[in-house]
């Protein structure tokens, strides 16, 4: 069965640079979600979008922003890095309440983004 | 603000072994509850998801039971091997759309 997609699985910037991270939800899958996980954490809520418009907002920083396209992936632009957003980034997808799913969330690999 | 506390923070079991992972949470208002396995820096693979209005999901190995009222869900692991070795990580679903994790048990399965 197809799973998320994340690209790249791995990523290494300089401070201040930025970054872009992507995520190809399942197919049919309506919702994306975005957690940061950093070193022996728990995944922390991000952001979500549902049909391309966002549903939900975590503790994103001022220096991140996301967006969901018309095919339903989802890009995640972090930008002026700090050494702490040295993270696993990762997304997730279900069907969204208004399909009547189960919202059952389906991770991907995640991104382990290294900043320097 | 939804806490989730897992308990124990690690367990160490010998192979074949059945056992109990327990998982509390402050707002009984959930929407539902997913556990999850998560190996070491890898992502995290959807074990089992509880819906509000049910009490228990099995799959294989696996037993998940919601007592919503109380705060509560376990995970039974029935013959433990030592492949089931990972971090299980429970969250639940409020309103909204973000899950609330708690820290996590770690296990290790000895053969």
């Known amino acids: 069965a197809a799973g998320v997609i994340q690209s790249p699985r791995h990523l290494i910037k300089e401070k201040r640079e930025t970054a872009t991270l992507k995520c190809y939800p399942i197919p049919r899958h309506d919702t994306v979600y975005w957690y940061q996980q950093g070193p022996g954490q728990d995944p922390q809520f991000l952001i979500s979008?549902?049909?391309?418009?966002?549903?939900d907002k975590g503790s994103i920083p001022d220096r991140f922003s996301a967006q969901q396209f018309s095919d339903y992936h989802s890009e995640l632009n972090m930008s002026s890095l700090e050494l702490g957003d040295s993270a696993l980034y990762f997304c997730?997808?279900?069907?969204?309440f208004g399909a009547g799913g189960p919202g059952e969330q389906f991770f991907g690999p995640g991104t382990r983004l290294t900043v320097l | 603000k939804q806490e989730v506390t897992q308990i124990p923070a690690a367990l160490s079991v010998p192979e074949g072994e059945n056992l109990v992972l327990n998982c509390s949470f402050t707002d009984s208002a959930i929407y539902n509850l997913q556990w999850f396995r998560q190996d070491p820096g890898k992502g995290l693979t959807s074990l089992l998801l509880i819906q509000s209005s049910q009490r228990e999901q099995t799959s294989g190995r696996l037993n998940a039971s919601l007592d919503k009222s109380s705060g509560r869900s376990t995970l039974y692991i029935a013959a433990s091997q030592p492949g089931d070795s990972a971090t299980y990580l429970c969250a639940v679903r409020r309103d909204g759309n973000k899950l609330v994790f708690g820290a996590g048990t770690i296990l290790r399965v000895k053969s």
């Open positions: 979008f549902y049909e391309k418009m966002q549903s």
């Open positions: 997730a997808s279900s069907l969204g």
